[in-house]
């Protein structure tokens, strides 16, 4: 089959590039340099949406926000001017459910098929081959679409009906926001009380506290080196999502609320470029220390 890529971020960038390994590739993104850039390596460049869409069987996207992935698909020039029935869009945004189902339920309409597949690894997983990437919808269309997305990662999980992928990952995304603040608020406390970076990591990374914020990042502020380049926005984002999700469920949501407010406050105290590296600069101003002498 053919495909198509639209997204080409950071992360869209990240899992395009993979797919170029095995596949021939056309790609589309609001910025033309890059563009441009996947061009000269081998990329076939489209002029809109709709002009991917009829060259494409399988588009994939990876755009921030589902509002992104509708403008993209039903906008101006979008995807739905060039698709025809038996086509199949994967979002790989990390989006809202409600809103991808209801985008599906459209394109159903035209005998379109949409299935969720967002990934959780991050730009380095991506390149590495080593990401989660977790799909919601029909098991027909994951069985058809399968062989194509192993080719970024043999880590492809089928996880129930459109939306769920989305789900799952607003519950992995919102879990790990919790590790990480929870992880810096002890870890100054501990520093406070003498303790060393060195120490605490080797401490809690060979006991029960140990969790992906003390795995990467503990050793990464030893270093002095990024442990993440995923924007702290995104991240509110995400866990937004995820409470409401929760509100809408009756699930409680209470400590992730909380982390919520963290995130937000993060963004007013580092700047809305911030990444979610800087949420430690929010810990230490809070606590009136420094992580690193």
């Given at each position: 089959?053919?495909?198509?890529?639209?997204?080409?971020g950071a992360?869209?960038?990240?899992?395009?590039?993979?797919?170029?390994?095995?596949?021939?590739?056309?790609?589309?993104?609001?910025?033309p340099?890059v563009?441009?850039?996947?061009?000269?390596?081998?990329?076939i460049?489209?002029?809109?949406?709709?002009?991917?869409?009829?060259?494409?069987?399988?588009?994939?996207?990876?755009?921030p926000r589902?509002?992104?992935v509708r403008?993209?698909?039903?906008?101006?020039?979008g995807l739905?001017?060039?698709?025809?029935?038996g086509?199949?869009?994967?979002?790989?945004t990390?989006?809202?459910?409600?809103?991808?189902r209801?985008?599906?339920?459209?394109?159903?309409?035209?005998?379109?098929?949409?299935?969720?597949g967002?990934?959780?690894g991050?730009?380095?997983g991506?390149?590495?081959?080593?990401?989660?990437?977790?799909?919601?919808?029909?098991?027909?269309?994951?069985?058809?679409?399968?062989?194509?997305?192993?080719?970024i990662?043999?880590?492809?999980m089928?996880?129930?009906?459109?939306?769920n992928?989305?789900?799952?990952?607003l519950?992995n995304?919102?879990?790990?926001?919790?590790?990480?603040?929870?992880?810096?608020?002890?870890?100054?406390?501990?520093?406070?009380?003498?303790?060393?970076?060195?120490?605490?990591?080797?401490?809690?990374?060979?006991?029960?506290?140990?969790s992906?914020?003390?795995?990467?990042?503990?050793?990464?502020m030893?270093?002095?080196?990024?442990?993440?380049?995923?924007?702290?926005?995104?991240?509110l984002?995400?866990?937004?999502l995820?409470t409401?999700?929760?509100?809408?469920?009756?699930?409680?949501?209470?400590?992730?609320?909380?982390v919520?407010?963290?995130l937000?406050?993060?963004?007013?105290?580092?700047?809305?470029?911030?990444?979610?590296?800087?949420?430690?600069?929010?810990?230490?101003a809070?606590a009136?220390?420094?992580?690193?002498?």
């Amino acid at each position: 089959m053919e495909l198509g890529y639209v997204g080409l971020g950071a992360m869209g960038g990240a899992l395009a590039r993979r797919l170029m390994l095995s596949h021939k590739l056309r790609v589309l993104d609001l910025r033309p340099e890059v563009v441009a850039e996947f061009a000269d390596n081998g990329a076939i460049p489209a002029q809109d949406g709709a002009s991917l869409a009829r060259e494409s069987d399988i588009i994939l996207l990876c755009l921030p926000r589902s509002a992104d992935v509708r403008d993209a698909i039903f906008g101006p020039g979008g995807l739905a001017e060039g698709l025809e029935p038996g086509k199949i869009i994967i979002d790989q945004t990390t989006g809202n459910p409600d809103e991808t189902r209801a985008m599906a339920a459209e394109l159903a309409e035209k005998g379109i098929t949409m299935i969720d597949g967002p990934v959780s690894g991050g730009p380095a997983g991506a390149d590495a081959g080593t990401i989660a990437i977790m799909v919601g919808g029909a098991i027909e269309t994951f069985n058809k679409v399968k062989p194509y997305l192993e080719s970024i990662s043999p880590n492809v999980m089928h996880c129930g009906d459109i939306g769920n992928g989305h789900v799952v990952k607003l519950v992995n995304n919102t879990i790990a926001a919790c590790n990480r603040m929870a992880m810096l608020e002890a870890v100054a406390m501990g520093r406070k009380y003498g303790l060393t970076l060195e120490t605490m990591s080797d401490v809690i990374n060979k006991s029960s506290g140990r969790s992906g914020a003390t795995e990467r990042g503990l050793p990464a502020m030893i270093e002095g080196v990024q442990s993440s380049n995923f924007a702290m926005a995104l991240m509110l984002k995400d866990v937004t999502l995820a409470t409401q999700l929760g509100t809408n469920c009756g699930a409680p949501m209470m400590m992730h609320n909380i982390v919520r407010g963290m995130l937000q406050n993060g963004l007013y105290h580092c700047g809305q470029d911030a990444n979610m590296d800087e949420t430690a600069e929010l810990i230490e101003a809070m606590a009136d220390m420094k992580f690193r002498e």
